[in-house]
């Protein structure tokens, strides 16, 4: 099937209100397609403008490997020891009542552990300790964008598990601390002008014509407008969810990475360093299916069951999927289901876009599953 019919089948169906779908290779784009409207009266296009929330966290990721790449930081050096804010962080031991019990952490997180979700911190919509913790003390969500607002729990001790939540928001507090320069900054001038990602931006200004509508799904199936957004100037941008991007835009990141570090004659990073963002950087431990506890913000999420880990940048499948990725993919997405994958091995990789809740909805997996078998095919 072409994309063409599965993008426009999907909104004709009502799986998504839209959806742009871009395909590409090392060389260049490969195949899109766009179908839907991105806001009443206003039709998607493949230059609509997207909050791409945890798509940021690849941007973050590339952050840091690339002073780990200039040998200006280790994946091993101890977070605390950059960034002495750390040591303010107590691991959630329990309740004593509705107060939490809270005690200091048995292992040091590393930069490692924060680029692979087992520094112990949890977002709350995957933890449960983690939302009562928040209802219990009146301590802002990571989406309020402020510098205490960072300030979660641990859930669990340093390295001891997987366990999804802002530890790329710390990563880009690392890489502010060891570079001198604000992250939005170093974004700006490492990685997106050097790239020619000029529609990826940090706050929505002058996109605002083209920014795309955000709708969620109510009980009856039916999709209605919901406002999620990323805090408009920020006292500090979260590298886990702070981006403004656009289909095009983020291909040039993901045909980077499948050029071994480098796109149309840029280098941005060594092949070594792409390698390792590549590798399992788990340390023996697995990706855990991720339990909802906010389902209209989110379904479970567990896309290879006992068969993932993860690189230094993203998820990665243990072993080839039939028809469809190869073993050690990266992929990952955003919370409004922008999903991206990019796999060396095939030389492929792929965004399916739109601007809805929940998180993988399973019909929104349909488009999905769909776009990734014709991109095999």
């Known amino acids: 099937m072409q994309l063409d019919q599965i993008a426009g089948?999907?909104?004709?169906?009502?799986?998504?209100?839209?959806?742009?779908?871009?395909?590409?290779?090392?060389?260049?784009?490969?195949?899109?397609?766009?179908?839907?409207?991105?806001?009443?009266?206003?039709?998607?296009?493949?230059?609509?403008?997207?909050?791409?929330?945890?798509?940021?966290?690849?941007?973050?990721?590339?952050?840091?490997?690339?002073?780990?790449?200039?040998?200006?930081?280790?994946?091993?050096a101890e977070v605390a020891g950059i960034v002495p804010d750390w040591d303010r962080l107590q691991v959630l031991d329990g309740w004593d009542g509705d107060a939490p019990r809270l005690r200091a952490p048995k292992t040091a997180a590393t930069v490692r552990h924060l680029?692979?979700?087992?520094?112990?911190?949890?977002?709350?919509?995957?933890?449960?300790?983690?939302?009562?913790?928040?209802?219990?003390?009146?301590?802002?969500?990571?989406?309020?964008?402020?510098?205490?607002?960072?300030?979660?729990?641990?859930?669990?001790?340093?390295?001891?598990?997987?366990?999804?939540?802002?530890?790329?928001?710390?990563?880009?507090?690392?890489v502010e601390a060891v570079d001198g320069r604000r992250i939005d900054a170093f974004c700006r001038e490492e990685i997106f002008g050097p790239l020619g990602m000029s529609a990826t931006a940090f706050e929505p200004d002058g996109m605002e014509d083209r920014?795309?509508?955000?709708?969620?799904?109510?009980?009856?199936?039916?999709?209605?407008?919901?406002e999620l957004a990323p805090?408009?100037?920020?006292?500090?941008?979260?590298?886990?969810?702070?981006?403004?991007?656009?289909?095009?835009?983020?291909?040039?990141?993901?045909?980077?990475?499948?050029g071994g570090g480098a796109l149309d004659g840029t280098r941005l990073l060594s092949e070594g360093a792409v390698d390792a963002l590549y590798a399992d950087q788990m340390e023996g431990r697995k990706f855990e299916r991720m339990v909802t506890v906010a389902p209209p913000i989110t379904d479970d999420v567990d896309p290879y069951p006992g068969a993932a880990g993860h690189g230094f940048a993203g998820l990665r499948n243990?072993?080839?999927?039939?028809?469809?990725?190869?073993a050690g993919t990266l992929t990952w997405a955003g919370v409004l289901n922008t999903h991206w994958w990019a796999d060396r091995t095939a030389n492929v990789c792929g965004v399916v876009m739109t601007q809805t809740l929940p998180f993988v909805d399973p019909r929104f997996l349909k488009l999905y599953d769909a776009v990734e078998e014709a991109a095999y095919a």
């Open 318 to 326: 243990d072993a080839d999927i039939d028809g469809r990725r190869r």
């Open 9 to 76: 089948t999907a909104v004709a169906n009502g799986d998504v209100p839209f959806a742009v779908i871009m395909l590409g290779d090392r060389d260049g784009i490969t195949a899109k397609a766009v179908a839907g409207d991105a806001a009443p009266g206003r039709p998607a296009t493949e230059d609509t403008a997207f909050r791409i929330f945890s798509m940021t966290k690849l941007v973050g990721s590339l952050a840091a490997m690339i002073l780990i790449d200039r040998g200006q930081l280790s994946m091993d």
């Open 211 to 226: 920014l795309a509508e955000v709708r969620i799904r109510g009980e009856d199936g039916t999709l209605g407008p919901f």
């Open 231 to 258: 805090p408009p100037a920020p006292e500090v941008y979260g590298m886990g969810h702070c981006l403004y991007s656009t289909a095009p835009d983020y291909m040039r990141l993901l045909r980077m990475l499948l």
């Open 115 to 174: 680029a692979t979700h087992r520094s112990g911190l949890e977002y709350e919509f995957w933890n449960a300790d983690m939302a009562r913790y928040l209802e219990a003390t009146g301590h802002p969500s990571i989406l309020a964008g402020t510098r205490a607002a960072m300030d979660y729990p641990l859930m669990f001790d340093p390295g001891a598990r997987w366990g999804y939540g802002p530890s790329i928001d710390w990563l880009g507090l690392v």
